[in-house]
């Protein structure tokens, strides 16, 4: 059974701040998927890392997959309160099929001045 | 375009009365899933198919019942409500992973359901 697991699952931090979200998974997968979720409102995906060692930026967020690890991580850079919301993981099962994706349970992160 | 599409976006129920939830995409997605989420469970999965036709369950299923009659709408069914089941439920749909596609999930705009 595949099991993942974010940590913290709540984070405030200051503006201008760097911090990590880590997402560790318990078997083998080289698909994961990232979303960020605002307050009252849907899921929208942030990215896509398909294979080991795959980093992708967009703004102040960077987040790369360790396929070896079992772990990716979320690095927020000079946090501005625009980045306050609930950011999930989500891993998919090698290439099986028709297993469904599996969340992470979400790390809410709150952004102070 | 309009994605996924998820009505009603409210409803309050009481105790043991039934209703439908419908999800729509235009994507031609092969994949379509029923989350619900709840304060600090993240999103769980009660149903979801791969297909016109096809449903099976997921980690939460009791309660529920699903219809994928058309591969564009995934119906979520409850048959007698409980206040158990108040929650905010998400629809979303997806490809496959055939070929070199992946399974990135696109989200309706949920529906907040209270059971009285």
């Known amino acids: 059974e595949l099991k993942v697991e974010q940590n913290p699952l709540f984070l405030s931090m200051q503006e201008g701040k760097n911090y990590t979200i880590y997402c560790n998974y318990s078997?083998?997968?080289?698909?994961l998927y990232w979303y960020r979720q605002d307050p009252g409102k849907s899921l929208e995906s942030l990215f896509v890392?398909?294979?080991?060692?795959a980093v992708k930026q967009e703004g102040r967020l960077m987040a790369s997959l360790d396929t070896k690890a079992r772990l990716s991580t979320l690095h927020i850079t000079a946090a501005v309160h625009d980045l306050s919301a609930t950011y999930f993981c989500a891993v998919e099962l090698g290439n099986s099929g028709n297993t469904p994706l599996v969340f992470g349970k979400g790390t809410r992160l709150s952004v102070i001045a | 375009n309009a994605g996924v599409t998820q009505t009603p976006k409210f409803r309050v129920l009481k105790t043991g009365q039934s209703m439908t939830l419908l999800c729509a995409q235009d994507?031609?997605?092969?994949?379509m899933y029923w989350y619900r989420q709840d304060p600090g469970m993240g999103l769980r999965l009660i149903h979801y198919?791969?297909?016109?036709?096809?449903?099976a369950k997921g980690e939460v299923p009791d309660g529920y019942n699903v219809s994928r009659l058309k591969k564009q709408n995934f119906l979520l069914g409850l048959e007698s409500a409980a206040p158990s089941q108040t929650s905010v439920y998400f629809c979303?749909?997806?490809?496959?992973?055939?070929?070199?596609?992946?399974?990135?999930?696109?989200f309706g705009e949920g529906s907040r359901l209270t059971v009285l």
């Open positions: 890392l398909l294979s080991n060692g």
């Open positions: 198919s791969v297909g016109e036709g096809t449903t």
């Open positions: 979303a749909s997806s490809y496959s992973s055939a070929g070199l596609r992946f399974r990135e999930l696109f």
């Open positions: 078997t083998t997968s080289d698909r």
């Open positions: 994507m031609n997605h092969e994949y």
